[in-house]
């Protein structure tokens, strides 16, 4: 994976950047230490390193804002940082580039229960803003699996979903307003506390937009009652086609479950190994289907599901009866990535999305790659809404291995492309799927993207080299190419 | 309005070349589905780019939860297929031809989403915004782009089908589109509670909204127009066995506000039909649509009705519909002054000339605004004068 060259002239600027930051974020807020640097060299996706120019830790507003205006003036590069849970190296440092680390805008600034949203800063974690609301019986919907690390700043940067998120939406879902700080320093808050924005939906673009157009330094999120009751059914398969036609079917008959999960023979042999909570090892296709809601309509629902599961030859099904044995059920599951440790030294998670009737052709052919390339793969879905999360397991020490995992990942994701779906269902483009954009999209339509950026952040300096595998200049983009004849006056600056 | 008609085109470059042409000669150009919101905006008489010509349902499969059409797919069209497998598009979107004074059946899918409409479902089931998945469009600069996807989970590049959806034709023509369904209730109930004020149906709109049952829509009649006393329904839907418990749920959180009765089909159709069709606040008096956090709802209606304000709520409180035959400006300071926004829906010629139907916009977000509709559409080809934008675009 190749970064932007770093620029010398920045390189050679390094003390006098840091004696700059220093005079806007005083004491341990700005780190430029080379050892003190190690730990923000990477994110969750280690295989990529590289120590930022110098970290800075702003715990105002005001400082945030002096920060982006002074490297925006001089031209100094800016990445931001939530808690470094991206799997897609979204906050990645470049060598020549400060890193905006928002760890420190911990508060929870405002509950409104009336109007059901709380108002945070970005530096909060996923789960304690459920965990704030949960006494008054409410809670935050999306649930990453980092939620007890990941912050909701990095969840908006990521548009961060969770296995509830079939039925309860993205981050984008549940998001009502922000207030970022631009490159050049500007504050600005997009949406509000009202259900639409008053113009365009610049809040709609700004999440998932992977740190690229603004810095967040506050947000309001919608927070949902808590359902009252939640049951589980674990349904076995004999094969993955029957499982899948068993999704298909549930949804077909109009049940939307709060969570369905699949995971193959592998995972499930792995997971079950892992914390022995009674998986079925015989089975080809493991199921678990969460309902949620009022208690008659989880007692109503799981039944039908159950006889959804018999009509596609289950064969073998358990409905939770108590919440111990339903956490049991999701216990295996979200030991499923630490299981994979039993089996091989490393493990590459990839996180395409499929129409989900191309489910059983897509791991047929998953699995003639898994033997050409010699490297096992065990698969994990959100299988309610087609998202793949395939396990390609490697080891690192054995030379050559990680560039053949990496090689079968971007096949799986030219695959998932080839039959309709999409690189990224929830872990974001970032560095990892930066070049196989132009598998997805053509260079128009990339371009359509990229110019939102310059409308953003001209300059190019917010978190460059991610998402977009070609850096054109702004003014390159404004150049208009009109089919069937010249612009009049084609001198004329356009922008 | 006497705006001329280019030829309809039927294929994407029949657009192309028609944008192309507009910016060739500096000429704007509106883009139109059905027309029936064209009452909507400033009088304007830029050429019509007519995208009734893309009808068709290109894909549907419901257990996907995935339906692709035209743009110019009529919305009832679509309604009714998805109708017909059980399913829906949750965000209730609606047809404005007859609250503006035109015949039903105009509207159509694509003008449904560039509007941002979205009905009674919104507060529970999302908007616009949060079912369009992915769409293929030409922008102002005469290109073809597709953006988004036809998956329901899908978050490569930056999301653009969340600008499209209240893009009102500002950024490109749509072409093509491909929208989230879901599964319709099979069952539906509405509990009502009569007689409450304004603070105190908000106040139980809250606390039905807070409670496990799962309430699909919240609404509330004032007294001047629920013909006796006030109204405030609230609706659920879903499985046999959930409606009914869930009912029963909502009759004991409202507890104290009153008896909690529950309405026949028919009733309850009428309901919910007026808040699509507005028949209420019917009539030629101007017509607002101003979105504000639930709590603040009581306070936004109180400083107008002194004024002559007609007014409902839906949403819980969060959307109020409001007719004021009075100066604009005090709307527009009531809206703000309960952290919200105001969009002018219907109104004389001679107002919309002067009033910008939709809300101002702190200075940052306009100028930021107008950078990202510059990005489309760098010559000001979709600029029609329709919201006023010529003036803050440069």
Known sequence: ????????????????????????????????????????????????????????????????????????????????????????????????????????FNQIVDINYDDRLAVVQPGVTNLAVTRTVEDAGFYYAPDPSSQIACSIGGNIAENSGGVHCLKYGLTTNNVLGVQIVMMDGEVIRLGGRSLDPAGLDLLGVVVGSEGLLGVVTEVTVRILPKPQTARALLIGFPSVEQASQCVADVIAGGIIPAGMEMMDKLATQAAEAFVQVGYPLDVEALLIVELDGPQAECDHLCAEVQTIANTNG????????????????WAGRKAAFPAMGRLAPDFYCMDGTIPRRRMPEVLARMAEMSKSYGLAVANVFHAGDGNLHPLILYDVNQPGQLEQAEAFGSDILRLCVEVGGVLTGEHGVGVEKRDLMPVMFSEADLA??????????????????????????????????IHGGALPFPDLPRF | MNASSLPKPSTSNDVIDAIA?????????????????????????????????????????????????????????????????????????????????QVAGAATIGGVIAAGVAGSRRVSGGGARDHLLGFEGISGRGERF????????NVTGYDLPKLAAGSWGRLFAMTQLTLKVLPRGRESATCIVEGLSPTQAVAAMARAMGSQADVSAAAYLPAALAGGASLTALRVEGFGPSVAARCTMIEAALAEFGAVGRVDAATAGKVWADLRTLAPLAGTAPLWRIATPPSTAPSLVAALEPFGAQWLFDWAGGLTWLTLDGDPARVRAAAAAASG????????????????????????????????????????VFETGRFHEVANAN
């Not at chain 1, 993207?449 to 595998?469: H, S, T, Y």
């Open chain 1, 314 to 329: 289950a064969v073998s099904c358990r409905t939770s009866t108590s919440e111990a044995e339903r956490l049991a059920f």
């Open chain 2, 21 to 101: 042409d507009a910016v060739r000669a500096d000429a704007p150009l509106e883009i139109r589905g059905g027309g029936s919101k064209a009452a909507i905006g400033a009088p304007r008489n830029a050429p019509i780019l007519d995208m009734s010509g893309f009808d068709a349902v290109i894909d549907y499969d419901p257990a996907e939860l995935v339906l692709t059409a035209g743009a110019g797919t009529p919305l009832s069209v679509i309604s009714a297929l998805v109708e017909s497998e059980n399913q829906m598009l949750a965000f209730e979107p609606f047809d404005h031809g007859p609250l503006l004074g």
């Open chain 1, 1 to 104: 994976m190749k970064m932007p060259e770093p620029d010398q002239a920045v390189l050679s600027r390094r003390a006098e950047i840091v004696a700059r930051l220093r005079s806007i974020v005083s004491g341990e807020g700005v780190i430029a230490d080379p050892d003190a640097l190690k730990p923000y060299e990477t994110d969750s996706l280690t295989a990529y390193r590289q120590p930022p120019l110098a970290v800075v830790l702003p715990e105002t507003v005001e400082q945030v804002s002096a920060i982006l205006a002074w490297c925006h003036a001089e031209g100094v590069k800016v990445v931001p940082r939530g808690a470094g849970t991206s799997l897609s190296g979204g906050a990645l440092p470049l060598a020549d580039a400060v890193l905006l680390g928002m760890a420190k």
């Open chain 1, 448 to 481: 359509h993207q990229q110019r939102i950026k310059c409308a953003f952040d001209p300059k190019l300096l917010l978190n460059p080299g991610k998402v977009f595998p070609v850096l054109h200049r702004c003014a390159e983009l404004g150049r208009m190419h």
């Open chain 2, 341 to 380: 926004h105001a969009i002018l829906v219907r109104a004389p010629e001679a107002m919309r000339r002067i009033v910008p139907a939709l809300h101002p916009q702190a200075n940052g977000v306009a100028a930021l605004e107008a950078r990202v509709r510059r990005a489309f559409d760098p010559n000001g």
């Open chain 2, 146 to 153: 597709v953006a988004g996807a036809k998956v329901v989970k």
